[in-house]
C-alpha cells in the first residue's frame, strides 16, 4: 500500500535567456533535490519539474545565476527591453492546480540582496520557502486555497 | 468489482445505479458490491452538527477549518474501506455535479491507496453542465491519472464491453456514445439491491427505470440532445420487476427514475391496468408509485385515463409544467392548454393525488405581465393548493447544445458569462439579475398564499454564484 501523504508537486516554468545564459532553478525537499532543466520549444525556455515529497514537506525553490549588472538589457531612456527572468506558469500539488494562489496571487521570494517580493515573475536571484504543513493533500490544498 | 454512489443528492431513496449496474458487472464475470455511499453520507451529514457547512462543500467545495477534518477523514475513511475489498475496478457514479467534489477526492484517496486498482466514473453528474457539452473534470482526473475511464451517456453497455477487455467502446474517455435501443433496454438485468441498507431510509423506497428520452421536443431541454430517440421498456416487463422486486425486498412504493413514465399511451394503458388490476386483488400489497408525467391536451378519454392512473396508486406526478403563460408554454414546445392543465388538476384532487409542478421562470420571451398573469392564475387556483406543490427553479438556463444555444441570436439572448443563466435580453430587459427577482417573487407569492414550495439548494447556489460573479 503507498504512503497516502507521497505526492509531488509540479511546476511549468518559463525563461528568459540572456547571452544564451538562463536563471539556474533548484528544486529541493529535504535531502530530495532537482535540477530544472530548461527546454527549448518553438524559441522559448520552458521546463516541466515534479518533486516527489512526503507531506509536511517544505519544498525550496533556489534561483540564481543573474548578474544583474550583465544580464538586464536597458534602452536609452533606462527601460528593460531584455531580461534573465524565470516566470512560474503553473503550479499542481498531485495534479491538483494551485494556479490561483500561487500564480496569480504570487509567491513570495527572498532575495540574495535581502528583500522580499511576492511575485510569479522572478528577476532575482532568492529562494521561495513553500510550507507545506499538512499530512496529506486533501489537506494541504484547501489549507492553500483557503488562505 | 465496487460499485458506488456519491454525495451529494438529498433523497428520500437510495440512487440506483449501483444496483442497476451490479448485475451488468457479474454478467460480464465479476463479482461486484454495489455501495449506497450517497446515503450512508446524507444520513451522516443530516445529524453533524456543522450540516449546513458540510453540504455546502458539495457545492462550492469550500473547506474551512469547522469541517476539514471530518471530510479528510470521510474520504479516506471511505477509500481505505473500498480499497479493504480488494477490487479489480472501482466505479463511481455520479448523479448530479454535487457529487464531482467527493468523485474527484474518493478517486483520488482510492488511487493513493491502491493504485493497481481501476477507477472509472460515469453519470451525468461528470459532465459540466448535465448531458452535452464538455467534461472538464473527468477529462482533467483522466489526464492526471487519478481515473483511468470515464464512461459517458447510457453506461450500462460500455461498462460490460469494458469489463470484457474492449476498452475502444463508444463512450468510453470519447465524447460520443450509443444510445441503448429499445431492445437492449429490455433486456437490461433488473437491478440488484442486496448490498443496500433500506434501514437508512424512512421509507422503503425503490427505483424503476421505464424509459430513456422524451416524446417532447422543448426549446430549453438538453436531456432530449443526448437521447435523440424515445426509447421504452414494455408495461409487463416494468410490472413484472415491481413484481419480483416486492417479493425479494417487500417494498411496495417505486419511484421512477426516467424522463417520463407516459411517454408511450399504450404502454402506460396497460402498465396502469396491471397495477390497478393487481391493486384491487392485493388491498394489503398493493403499490403505489410516482414518477415524470406529462399533461396533454384533454380528449374523450382522459378521466378514464385519470381514473388508471389513481387505481395504479399513482401518489406524486411531477410534471414539468414550467410556466402558466399557455403562450410561453407554446413558445417552449409544451403544447396543452390553461383549460387543460385545470382538468388534469381537477382529476388528481378528485384522487388525492399529488402534483409537483416544476416551473422555469424567465423564458427568452417573458415580460412583467406574464409574472402578473402566474401570480393571478395562482390567486385563482388556491383551491388546488392541497394538490399541487411548486418548484419554481433557479430561472433559466441556456444549456450547451440546446434548441435555445442553437438559436440565441434569433431569440434576442446574448450570454453574459460562462454559467447558463448569465444571459440577456435586450429587447425584454430580461437580465439575471430580473429573473432571480421573479423567482423570489413567486416563490413568496405562492407560499403566502399556502402553497407548498420546495426551494432547491442548488437553486440558491445558483443565485448566490450570479451575485457573486456580479460583485
Known amino acids: ?147 | 468489482m465496487v460499485v458506488l454512489s456519491v454525495p451529494w443528492t438529498e433523497t428520500t431513496f437510495a440512487i440506483m445505479a449501483p444496483a442497476a449496474l451490479k448485475p451488468v458487472v457479474e454478467k460480464a464475470g465479476l463479482s461486484c458490491l454495489a455501495i449506497d455511499l450517497n446515503g450512508d453520507i446524507v444520513n451522516l451529514v443530516n445529524s453533524h452538527p456543522n450540516r449546513e457547512e458540510i453540504i455546502s462543500f458539495f457545492f462550492d467545495g469550500y473547506v474551512n477549518k469547522n469541517i476539514e477534518s471530518w471530510l479528510n477523514d470521510m474520504f479516506i475513511s471511505a477509500a481505505s474501506q473500498i480499497v479493504s475489498y480488494k477490487p479489480k475496478y472501482v466505479g463511481i457514479s455520479v448523479f448530479s455535479y454535487l457529487g464531482q467534489h467527493s468523485m474527484k477526492w474518493l478517486a483520488y484517496f482510492i488511487r493513493k491507496l491502491d493504485p493497481t486498482i481501476k477507477i472509472i466514473i460515469g453519470g451525468p453528474g461528470c459532465l459540466q453542465h448535465n448531458f452535452t457539452g464538455p467534461a472538464p473534470l473527468a477529462e482533467e482526473l483522466v489526464t492526471n491519472g487519478i481515473v483511468d475511464y470515464h464512461i459517458r451517456g447510457d453506461g450500462e453497455h460500455a461498462l460490460f464491453e469494458l469489463l470484457t477487455g474492449n476498452d475502444d467502446y463508444s463512450g468510453i474517455n470519447d465524447p460520443t456514445w450509443k444510445e441503448l435501443n429499445r431492445e437492449e433496454l429490455s433486456l437490461l438485468p433488473i437491478p440488484d439491491y442486496t448490498d443496500y441498507d433500506f434501514s437508512i431510509y424512512n421509507k422503503k423506497i425503490l427505483g424503476i427505470m421505464g424509459s430513456r428520452g422524451c416524446v417532447r421536443k422543448c426549446k430549453f431541454c438538453d436531456y432530449i440532445e443526448n437521447w435523440k430517440n424515445f426509447t421504452w421498456r414494455t408495461a409487463d416487463h416494468v410490472f413484472s420487476e415491481m413484481i419480483e422486486q416486492n417479493k425479494k425486498y417487500n417494498i411496495r412504493t417505486f419511484k421512477f427514475q426516467d424522463a417520463l413514465t407516459n411517454g408511450n399511451l399504450k404502454e402506460f394503458h396497460r402498465f396502469t391496468s396491471l397495477l390497478s388490476e393487481y391493486n384491487r386483488a392485493n388491498p394489503d400489497n398493493s403499490f403505489s408509485w410516482s414518477g415524470y408525467y406529462i399533461f396533454r391536451e384533454r380528449i374523450p378519454t382522459s378521466e378514464r385515463d385519470w381514473e388508471l392512473v389513481a387505481g395504479s396508486g399513482a401518489e406524486i406526478l411531477i410534471v414539468g409544467i414550467e410556466n402558466l403563460n399557455e403562450h410561453i408554454r407554446y413558445h417552449m414546445g409544451k403544447k396543452f392548454s390553461n383549460a387543460s392543465i385545470d382538468f388534469h388538476l381537477e382529476q388528481a384532487q378528485k384522487y388525492g393525488i399529488k402534483i409537483n409542478f416544476l416551473a422555469l421562470v424567465g423564458w427568452v420571451n417573458e415580460v412583467r405581465k406574464d409574472i402578473d398573469y402566474t401570480k393571478k392564475w395562482l390567486d385563482e387556483h388556491v383551491r388546488f393548493k392541497d394538490v399541487i406543490t411548486f418548484q419554481w427553479g433557479g430561472s433559466l438556463g441556456i444549456f450547451t447544445n440546446t434548441y435555445l444555444d442553437r438559436h440565441k441570436d434569433e431569440l434576442g439572448i446574448t450570454m453574459i458569462g460562462s454559467n447558463p443563466q448569465a444571459w440577456i435580453n435586450k429587447e425584454t430587459g430580461s437580465t439575471p439579475e430580473v429573473r432571480a427577482e421573479w423567482v423570489t417573487e413567486l416563490n413568496n407569492h405562492s407560499k403566502a398564499l399556502g402553497y407548498t414550495v420546495h426551494e432547491r439548494l442548488d437553486n440558491h447556489f445558483i443565485l448566490e454564484t450570479l451575485m457573486n460573479a456580479k460583485n
Open chain 1, 1 to 147: 500500500m503507498q504512503k497516502i501523504n507521497h505526492c509531488f508537486i509540479e511546476f511549468d516554468l518559463e525563461f528568459g535567456c540572456i547571452n544564451n545564459k538562463l536563471m539556474t532553478v533548484t528544486l529541493s525537499s529535504g535531502d530530495n533535490v532537482t535540477q530544472v532543466q530548461p527546454e527549448l520549444v518553438d524559441g522559448q525556455y520552458l521546463s516541466k519539474s515534479r518533486l516527489y515529497i512526503d507531506l509536511p514537506a517544505v519544498v525550496k525553490l533556489r534561483f540564481s545565476g543573474k548578474d544583474h549588472n550583465t544580464d538586464v538589457i536597458f534602452d536609452q531612456d533606462g527601460k528593460i527591453t531584455q531580461d534573465m527572468y524565470v516566470k512560474i506558469l503553473r503550479v499542481n500539488l498531485d495534479g491538483f492546480n494551485l494556479n490561483e494562489k500561487f500564480i496569480h496571487q504570487g509567491l513570495t521570494i527572498d532575495t540574495t540582496d535581502g528583500q522580499s517580493w511576492t511575485t510569479s515573475y522572478i528577476g532575482f536571484n532568492g529562494e521561495i520557502l513553500l510550507d507545506l504543513s499538512e499530512p496529506n493533500v486533501f489537506l494541504q490544498y484547501y489549507s492553500i486555497l483557503n488562505r
